[in-house]
């Protein structure tokens, strides 16, 4: 607790208000403390609204870029723009209100269902927490547990199966309605049945909001506005599904290779 973060707000730092969920890369490059390269000279633009997938080979990049819009690292070189403010130039506070993260791995805490829900947005009345759980998908389920939204979930979320855990993390980003959501691997763990169940609770989150979405099944970004290819670095290629098959370059020969698979 006393250990101080190095990523600080500037003294000068402004509140980010009234966001429309422009993003944009602008020749970012980011290497870790120990010298080890992950991005080179990165330029994205991601409009207000778009559903953007990031897909590739694993290490490629694609988490470490989504890591740093909301500043859990920073930059080593260029900038990242949110409505056309660097990131470094916001409060933290704000800046992270403004953006929901959906991961593949979910933390829950060892209290009840309702507790777990409502660290989206603490302020919650009972019935918005309902309501996002309604939206995502688990209400009832919760309400078939032995004391419903009062039932106690256990550390890390012991006594939930690995599809109700996401269903609560979404509807934490349900109850948060952030206009920038980032989904991480967020279906990748679970079974094929429980993914089209969460894809469809993820679609209706998603509407109206800039996404980004990283996913090794291909399957789940063909709908996606735009698809980027990030390897050794790089943004290799980048367009819609059908212009990348066209193209027949990396992006075909994953999906080629998935569906062989």
């Known amino acids: 607790m006393r250990t101080q973060p190095e990523i600080q707000d500037a003294p000068d730092a402004k509140t980010l208000t009234d966001v429309h969920g422009d993003i944009c890369f602008e020749d970012v490059s980011f290497s870790y403390n120990d010298g080890t390269e992950v991005l080179d000279h990165i330029n994205l633009r991601i409009a207000p609204g778009e559903t ?3 897909v590739g080979e694993s290490g490629g990049g694609k ?50 269902v309702m507790e777990n829900i409502r660290y989206g947005r603490p302020d919650a009345s009972d019935r918005e927490v309902v309501e996002a759980a309604v939206r995502a998908r688990i209400h ?3 309400m078939q547990m032995p004391d419903g939204y009062d039932t106690f979930v256990g550390e890390r ?18 109850l948060k309605n952030p206009p920038i959501l980032i989904l991480d691997e967020a279906t990748s763990a679970l079974d094929s049945v429980t993914e089209r169940q969460i894809q469809d609770s993820l679609d209706t989150l998603s509407q109206g909001k800039t996404c980004i979405v990283i996913a090794h099944r291909l399957s789940t970004v063909r709908g996606a506005d735009r698809i980027a290819v990030v390897d050794g ?5 980048q367009g819609s599904r059908d212009e990348l098959m066209a193209l027949d370059g990396a992006y075909a020969k994953l999906e080629r290779a998935q569906e062989l698979a």
């Open 233 to 237: 670095m790089h943004i290799t290629e």
């Open 63 to 112: 988490t470490t870029m989504c890591h740093l819009i909301p500043r859990f690292y920073d930059v080593t070189n260029g900038r990242i723009t949110v409505d056309g403010n660097d990131v470094r130039d916001l409060t933290q506070e704000s800046l992270r209100r403004n953006i929901g993260i959906i991961q593949q791995d979910v933390f829950l805490f060892a209290g009840t």
């Open 140 to 142: 009832d389920d919760i």
């Open 157 to 174: 979320g012991v006594v939930l199966s690995g599809g109700q855990k996401q269903r609560v993390s979404i509807a934490r980003v349900f």
């Open 52 to 54: 953007v997938a990031l």
